[in-house]
């Protein structure tokens, strides 16, 4: 699945949830999105990965706050008025697990157009390839489609 | 929700017919007279039958019926009911386990084998009763008066009248549970020619009918001679529902007819009940006699029966939806929690008094929906007699299994996951503990070895133990062999319980030969981890020639923790409560990291660990900090937090799968304020470091 052609395929009409990250915009695919809640109060982990080092109660549950800017090299911020939980489920080693997402601004439920997913360049970042399953143009700025197994695990 | 696979649905069925089947042969085993034992073993073996063939198990259809055959002729009393029979019968039950649950992948070879076995055994003793001269020691008792009378005729206790005037009074409720009362008419016919009056007197005016009901009742003259256990037979599946009174023709004018309400006077087979020992040849010869005395034995079973045979109604539930409905119910109680906080804020009398009430109600709803997850320990008690019945015959020491404390409840999940660990325990105590039967006559013990498997409350915990009366631990032994193993150096000061704690480790055996059973060494460390991961503990006693004790300390469920609240800078965490033995305040000199991080609690050393530090808390420590000194076994460290905030009772949430590499947190709970607090792993903090312990043990040699 790694290959960028591979992924360039599925993306056309693929329903998904824009949120900005830092300051990426990042396109989640809406069948794993559960819900999205406002910020509630997190409980530190000791000794977990940096990046998982919360937990938050989401209707009873208790489930792992994940901040992704780390993964992706950007600073960690102080949460903000536009900030909310998104809440996906993810397949990990074949178990679906449910994560919240820390966004820094949710907006819309959109549709992608067909023939707007580009291959991931080689040159000019320094994120890690195999985060990201491909970037699309959407109106005029280019936005991330995550591999979000892979930046949790 | 849930689709209705019929085959499961006959699997499950199944899986509880053959459990009672096997429970039954084992009371059978020790009670071979037992015809109640006999009649249930056969209706489980007859349902199996049918419903297998109705779903399609043919081969277990098949082999079923060929297995009733031959157990209809102990039924019958043609054939006592012996140790061997027993024995072959188990391993029937066993091949009918395995073709239902792979019904191609089996070998019929086997099944063929069980069955000649089975046949032989069955056989034998009719050979040996028509023969009259022969016989085998194994089928000693079988009965002679076979000979006597007539196979084809069964053995009646005397001769029969002419035919019978049969009562027949049903339930009401007959119908609903799919008898069929004129299809039982019917088989009476097929017995002899038969002249049927309904009583009619209970019929009600027509508007008030019950078509469901049944509301009559019916009288048969039956002028054959036929015995009273044929008749007997017709209505063997509906024994708990109809009362049916049965007089010969002959003896009709005199004797009265019996009240209907009451049960039928069970006359069994001529096998006698009472007095095992007199045995057949005693009925041939007192048959007349015995008559007045059948039918007391008959009535002091049927009690007990009727409570075996009558459960409380109970419905099956998927464990799953019990475990939704545990997270619900948790849930509840969370946001309960958050309520009666609010409430707490405002001085308005009927928010409090709403708030009160929910209150009392989610902890009831709490507690009931606990209860629904309990269950007896005795259902798993009742495996491993079958165990035990196996072992002692494999290893040829003669072994009595005794169980206490069956009614002592626990969580589903939690004895389902004790059933490993205990069937390692119990496997070691028959083939290390107990001794054979020469060495048991040297120490002047009975040959007869025991291993007591019990289960009391203790607390908020229940313990399970299993003990033998064997010949104890060898604490020399297992220290050479740890020391042979390089697991401790020699002359390390090390006390018993340190010494016991070795044959936790993998692959540690102190057996010089390997059976097919044990002495692999690989067992006990897996118990270990099991116990451990239940948020149990072990304990080892042992009395030199008098037997061990392995002692399993288990929280009553894995659902909910009785757990102290702490806070370490701004965290708040949970300590599980049975693990604490005290809190004590940290004393000045030790409020600045000196060097040696350890207490003098009434003379002895206990180590502390810096939960501040652990934690990686900020802000500045509180000026009074606490030890808690939590135990794990025989060790005791303590553990500096920066308040108790008291006790707390809640439901455990498990970590997410991303969090598998947090290994100080065994959990989480969820607080009153809607936050999550992490329940810490004293297991892992205070033995966490065991292989380093060992290690180090070695590095002073």
Not at chain 1, 70 to 89: C, N
Not at chain 2, 607 to 626: S, V
Request: hydrophobic content about 45%.
């Amino acid at each position: 699945m790694t290959g960028a052609v591979e992924a360039l395929e599925p993306v056309a009409g693929l329903q998904v949830v824009m949120v900005r990250i830092g300051s990426e915009t990042f396109a989640l695919d809406a069948g794993m999105v559960r819900e999205i809640i406002d910020p509630i109060p997190a409980t530190r982990v000791a000794g977990a990965r940096t990046h998982l080092n919360r937990i938050v109660n989401v209707r009873g549950n208790v489930v792992p706050l994940a901040d992704i800017r780390e993964r992706f090299g950007m600073r960690p911020e102080a949460a903000t008025q536009d900030t909310r939980f998104v809440v996906i489920e993810v397949e990990i080693e074949g178990d679906p697990v449910v994560v919240a997402l820390v966004a820094d601004k949710v907006f819309e439920v959109t549709e992608l157009q067909a023939g707007t997913a580009q291959q991931m360049p080689k040159v000019g970042t320094a994120w890690r390839p195999e985060f990201i399953k491909s970037i699309v143009k959407f109106g005029d700025e280019f936005v991330i489609l995550p591999d979000v197994e892979r930046i949790l695990n | 929700m849930t689709t209705l696979d019929p085959v499961a649905v006959f699997r499950t069925e199944a899986d509880e017919l053959l459990e009672c089947l096997e429970t039954t042969l084992l009371d059978l085993g020790e009670k071979p007279q037992d015809r109640a034992l006999i009649d249930t073993a056969f209706r489980a073996l007859h349902t199996i039958k049918g419903s297998g063939a109705m779903f399609g198990f043919e081969r277990v259809a098949a082999f079923t019926h060929d297995f009733e055959t031959a157990f209809d002729l102990v039924r019958q009393g043609k054939v006592p009911a012996s140790l061997d029979l027993v024995n072959v019968a188990l391993s029937a039950k066993d091949y009918i386990r395995l073709l239902i649950e792979d019904p191609d992948g089996t070998e019929p070879v086997f099944g063929d084998a069980i069955l000649g076995e089975l046949g032989a055994l069955v056989g034998n003793a009719k050979g040996g009763g028509k023969g009259g001269g022969e016989e085998t020691s194994g089928v000693a008792a079988a009965p002679s008066p076979a000979a006597a009378a007539p196979p084809a005729s069964g053995p009646a206790p005397r001769p029969v009248e002419e035919g019978w005037r049969i009562g027949i009074a049903f339930a009401a409720d007959v119908l609903r549970n799919g008898t069929n009362p004129l299809a039982l008419l019917d088989d009476l016919r097929d017995l002899g020619p038969c002249t049927v009056v309904p009583r009619l007197d209970a019929l009600p005016e027509l508007d008030a009918l019950d078509p469901e009901a049944l509301a009559m009742g019916w009288d048969v003259t039956l002028r054959a001679a036929v015995s009273r256990e044929a008749i007997e037979d017709v209505f063997l599946f509906t024994q708990d529902e109809v009362s049916l009174t049965l007089a010969p023709l002959g003896l009709a004018a005199e004797a009265p007819p019996a009240p209907p309400a009451e049960r039928p006077v069970q006359v069994p087979a001529p096998m006698p009940v009472a007095a095992p020992a007199a045995a057949a040849p005693a009925a041939a010869a007192t048959a007349p006699t015995q008559i007045p005395a059948k039918p007391p034995a008959a009535e002091a079973r049927l009690p007990a029966r009727r409570s075996e045979e009558r459960p409380t109604s109970t419905v099956r539930v998927e464990a799953e939806r019990l475990d939704e409905l545990m997270d619900r119910v948790g849930e509840l109680v969370i946001a309960q929690a958050r309520l009666s906080q609010l409430a707490g804020l405002h001085a308005d009398g009927g928010i409090k008094t709403i708030s009160e009430e929910i209150e009392r109600l989610s902890a009831r709803l709490r507690d009931t929906t606990m209860s629904i997850r309990m269950v007896p320990i005795g259902t798993l008690f009742g495996r491993f007699r079958r165990l035990v019945h196996d072992l002692s015959r494999d290893l040829g020491k003669p072994v009595e299994f005794v169980t206490e404390g069956e009614d002592t409840e626990l969580d589903k999940t939690m004895i389902e996951r004790l059933a490993d660990p205990l069937v390692h325990l119990i496997r070691n105590a028959i083939d290390h503990g107990i001794e054979d039967p020469a060495r048991r006559a040297d120490a002047a013990k009975g040959a007869t070895g025991r291993i007591t498997l019990t289960a009391e409350h203790a607390g908020a915990q229940v313990m399970v133990s299993v003990r033998d009366d064997g010949a104890g631990l060898d604490a020399a032994r297992i220290r050479a062999k740890a020391e042979e193993k390089g697991l401790v150096a020699p002359g390390t000061v090390l006390s018993d319980q340190q010494i016991y704690q070795f044959l936790f480790a993998p692959g540690f055996s102190t057996a010089a030969t390997i059976s097919a059973l044990s002495g692999r060494g690989v067992g006990m460390d897996v118990v270990k981890k099991t116990i451990e991961g239940l948020r149990g503990t072990i304990d080892i006693s042992t009395v030199p020639g008098a037997g061990t004790t392995v002692a399993l300390r288990l929280p009553l469920t894995l659902a909910i923790i009785e757990g102290l609240l702490i806070r370490v800078g701004e965290g708040r965490y949970v300590v599980p409560l049975s693990a604490v033995e005290e809190c004590v305040e940290l004393p000045e000199g030790d409020r600045a990291g000196r060097g040696r991080d350890f207490l003098n609690i009434r003379g002895a050393l206990v180590p502390f660990l810096r939960l501040r530090t652990l934690f990686e808390a900020e802000g500045e420590p509180d000026p009074h900090q606490k030890v808690i000194i939590v135990s794990v076994g025989a060790t005791r460290i303590g553990l500096v937090v920066d308040q108790i905030i008291g006790n707390h009772q809640t439901v455990i949430k498990s970590l997410s799968k991303l969090h598998a590499d947090v290994a100080t947190f065994s959990g989480a709970s969820i607080l009153g304020d809607g936050t999550a607090a992490l329940i810490i792993d004293i297991g892992q903090l205070v033995t966490g470091n065991r292989p380093d312990s060992l290690r180090e043990f070695q590095e002073v040699a």
